[in-house]
T-cell receptor
Framework: GDSVTQMEGPVTLSEEAFLTINCTYT??????LFWYVQYPGEGLQLLLK?????DKGSNKGFEATYRKETTSFHLEKGSVQVSDSAVYFC???????????FGSGTQLTVLP | DAGITQSPRYKITETGRQVTLMCHQT?????MFWYRQDLGHGLRLIYY???????DKGEVPDGYVVSRSKTENFPLTLESATRSQTSVYFC?????????????FGPGTRLTVT
């Protein structure tokens, strides 16, 4: 079946460091890809998306590029802030379904 | 309040008891979802509903029951709670005709089964 694999956490960085969170997927078709973020005590929020190969999603300084050849959608940010501390989830959506498939999540902690 | 709310936010119950988690949304979204979040598993879909009186199973439905008599409410019932159902439960909604991925999540209910 369809699945999403994320790098295991937790990830701890100093403020202004570069962030990469790896995400790869397995899908029977051609999925749309997403990153969701969960701040402490809150539900998930959509961070960015990409719907076709080579699309780059971006929001709040975060970026991710849909790489069909490597089935990847890695999340990057050039300079993280303490306020970026959260759990990040990679997810995919396939075809006409509304069922998102989530990765296991990566906890990010940014220290001042 | 506008948006999607869940109650209770925290619940402790004993094995074998019935417990119902409530979800309410004020947007009149057609689609609603229940997920459970467990360490190492991310979010897994339990049940979803496309409209009032229409529900369907997700990835992990066993031990759960849902109903949707009104568009705005989507309660999740554990008929006989087990320790393996200790988890954080999230409700979400999605508007028909809108982007399928754009799900709006509630704040979650942390359930502990002792």
């Amino acid at each position: 079946g369809d699945s999403v694999t994320q790098m295991e956490g937790p990830v701890t960085l100093s403020e202004e460091a570069f962030l990469t969170i790896n995400c790869t997927y397995t899908a029977t078709g051609y999925p749309s890809l997403f990153w969701y973020v969960q701040y402490p005590g809150e539900g998930l929020q959509l961070l960015l998306k990409a719907t076709k190969a080579d699309d780059k999603g971006s929001n709040k300084g975060f970026e991710a590029t849909y790489r069909k050849e490597t089935t990847s959608f890695h999340l990057e940010k050039g300079s993280v802030q303490v306020s970026d501390s959260a759990v990040y989830f990679c997810a995919l959506l396939l075809g006409s379904a509304r069922q998102l498939t989530f990765g296991s999540g990566t906890q990010l902690t940014v220290l001042p | 309040d506008a948006g999607i709310t869940q109650s209770p936010r925290y619940k402790i119950t004993e094995t074998g008891r019935q417990v119902t988690l409530m979800c309410h949304q004020t947007w009149s979204h057609s689609y609603m979802f229940w997920y459970r979040q467990d360490l190492g598993h991310g979010l897994r879909l339990i049940y979803y509903s496309a409209a009032a009186d229409i529900t369907d199973k997700g990835e992990v439905p066993d031990g759960y029951v849902v109903s949707r008599s009104k568009t705005e409410n989507f309660p999740l019932t554990l008929e006989s709670a087990t320790r393996s159902q200790t988890s954080v439960y999230f409700c979400a909604s999605n508007v028909a005709g809108g982007p399928k991925h754009e799900q709006y999540f509630g704040p979650g209910t942390r359930l502990t089964v002792t």
